[in-house]
Antibody, heavy 125, light 109 residues
Framework: QVQLVESGGGVVQPGTSLRLSCATS????????FHWVRQAPGKGLEWVAV????????FYTDSVKGRFTISRDDSQRKLYLQMNSLRVEDTAVYYC??????????????????WGQGTMVAVSS | SDLTQPASVSGSPGQSITISCTGT?????????VSWYQQHPGKAPKLLIY???QRPSGVSDRFTGSKSGNTASLTISGLQAADESDYYC??????????FGGGTRLTVL
């Protein structure tokens, strides 16, 4: 059973740092790229970052460039999001998500297939 | 910028509704990487459609995706009470990023 479990969220002050983790199980970790997607309270979904299946490429939404870093540890089957210089507007539930998947014996990419349950990050003074 | 979706749509049980998702030639119009998600309150989103019109295993064939130019659409036929939810479209972009629509609240009357 494919499973993603986020952790590391909490309440922090503006300007501080936090590292989110996503533990995975039930699939071939190194086959997949991963995204972080966030959702502010009462708001819509916002894509945050992606890391390629082999870790060779990472991309970010403009509002987090230079502050957030996505990374992966293939030996631990974990995905991370290092968040520095946190702002009030970063307050959201953060979801770890697989990029693409396999259906009907055909791989697809660039869609968000399996989602974790999310971890809440609240930035407040 | 976010893709443009109607804030809300409604329909009666058994009817069909369509949710539009308008972008630009740099996202929806330029790639067939359009996907749709259903999100019930307090839950993680669920993938409904990928590659414009493909359904993952286990998703009802009442959900249909399509695209024309810079606008993608999600049609839900045979509306059921359980379909009442928030729906989001998403597209890959030419900037190696992804963009969501603002979301559409579906009410089943």
């Amino acid at each position: 059973q494919v499973q993603l479990v986020e952790s590391g969220g909490g309440v922090v002050q503006p300007g501080t740092s936090l590292r989110l983790s996503c533990a995975t199980s039930g699939f071939s970790f190194t086959t997949y790229g991963f995204h972080w997607v966030r959702q502010a309270p009462g708001k819509g979904l916002e894509w945050v970052a992606v890391i390629w299946f082999d870790g060779s490429k990472t991309f970010y939404t403009d509002s987090v460039k230079g502050r957030f870093t996505i990374s992966r540890d293939d030996s631990q089957r974990k995905l991370y999001l290092q968040m520095n210089s946190l702002r009030v507007e970063d307050t959201a539930v953060y979801y770890c998500v697989t990029d693409g998947g396999l259906y009907n014996n055909k791989w697809f990419k660039f869609a968000f297939d399996v989602w974790g349950q999310g971890t809440m990050v609240a930035v407040s003074s | 910028s976010d893709l443009t979706q109607p804030a809300s749509v409604s329909g009666s049980p058994g009817q069909s509704i369509t949710i539009s998702c308008t972008g630009t030639s740099s996202d929806v119009g330029g790639y067939n990487f359009v996907s749709w998600y259903q999100q019930h309150p307090g839950k993680a989103p669920k993938l409904l459609i990928y590659d414009v019109s493909q359904r993952p295993s286990g998703v009802s064939d009442r959900f249909t995706g399509s695209k024309s130019g810079n606008t993608a659409s999600l049609t839900i036929s045979g509306l059921q009470a359980a379909d009442e939810s928030d729906y989001y479209c998403n597209s890959y972009t030419s900037y190696n990023t992804w963009v969501f629509g603002g979301g559409t609240r579906l009410t089943v009357l």
